[in-house]
């Protein structure tokens, strides 16, 4: 990291374990002052979390990739995002395993771009990427400030917003995805926060039997992404 920074590589903040000290420490935090990046003391499990393992000496530092756009260019750009009429909102994804594997499903099921916001989620880190297993190069991913108010823009744009939510009543099979959608998935174990949620135009469920009836976000994210796959794929069967 320290090499990154003195580099001036595109690092977009450094977190920091609250209670760490040192000589060591205190140079990254020069540099990261020195350079305009922004400095954040997160609790430890906020840093394992963005890691992607516990191994590490309590610094980590969000790299900037040229994957990562403003939100304006995501709508706008080379028109790929307009063009897919779907994108995917994630509401505090902390789990960089998981946003790697919703981006990698969300390359596959053809979205044009991934929001996520800039803080209480996790970042385009190495073990993001590397979950992506390559999608994070060829997928754009938006960072914002306010992922209300990108929901805004975002429906301005022209897309229905879909929220998923558990205790939703209607199911994700019930409406019409075949028009151009966004799909709003929350954070592990609290779902969508309530402001998000008021902003979405449906919000549905994925029925599931059992004790646990809840899904994984990643696994979420690819069965209503392929839904509307399929509910495209029978949209365009029917008009040829």
């Known amino acids: 990291m320290r090499e990154a920074l003195a580099a001036r590589r595109p690092v977009q903040s450094v977190l920091i374990a609250r209670g760490r000290h040192g000589d060591r420490l205190e140079e990254i935090v020069r540099l990261a002052r020195r350079n305009g990046v922004s400095l954040r003391f997160e609790a430890r499990p906020q840093i394992d979390?963005?890691?992607?393992?516990?191994?590490?000496?309590?610094?980590?530092?969000?790299?900037?990739?040229?994957?990562?756009?403003?939100?304006?260019?995501?709508?706008?750009?080379?028109?790929?995002a307009v063009a897919s009429g779907l994108l995917v909102l994630l509401?505090?994804?902390e789990?960089?395993?998981?946003?790697?594997?919703?981006?990698?499903?969300?390359?596959?099921?053809?979205?044009?771009g991934v929001v996520i916001p800039e803080r209480r989620a996790a970042g385009l880190t190495d073990a993001a990427v590397r979950a992506s297993a390559g999608a994070a190069a060829h997928l754009r991913v938006a960072?914002?400030?306010?992922?209300?108010?990108?929901?805004?823009?975002i429906k301005e744009s022209g897309y229905w917003l879909v929220g998923l939510d558990e205790r939703a009543e209607r199911r994700y099979t019930d409406i019409d995805l075949s028009e151009?959608?966004?799909?709003?998935?929350?954070?592990?174990?609290?779902?969508?926060?309530?402001?998000?949620?008021?902003?979405?135009?449906?919000?549905?469920?994925?029925?599931?039997?059992?004790?646990?009836?809840?899904?994984?976000?990643?696994?979420?994210?690819?069965?209503?992404?392929?839904?509307?796959?399929?509910?495209?794929?029978?949209?365009?069967?029917?008009?040829s």
């Open 91 to 93: 509401d505090g994804v």
């Open 180 to 239: 151009p959608v966004a799909l709003v998935l929350g954070g592990e174990g609290n779902g969508l926060h309530q402001l998000v949620k008021e902003r979405c135009d449906f919000v549905v469920t994925i029925p599931a039997t059992g004790p646990v009836r809840s899904l994984n976000v990643s696994v979420a994210a690819g069965v209503v992404l392929f839904e509307v796959v399929r509910q495209r794929a029978g949209k365009r069967m029917q008009h």
């Open 143 to 153: 960072r914002v400030i306010n992922l209300a108010r990108a929901m805004e823009k």
């Open 95 to 112: 789990d960089p395993q998981n946003l790697g594997a919703i981006i990698r499903t969300a390359l596959a099921a053809g979205a044009g």
């Open 49 to 80: 979390r963005a890691a992607g393992t516990r191994d590490h000496q309590g610094v980590v530092a969000l790299i900037a990739r040229e994957a990562s756009v403003s939100l304006e260019e995501l709508l706008a750009g080379d028109g790929s």
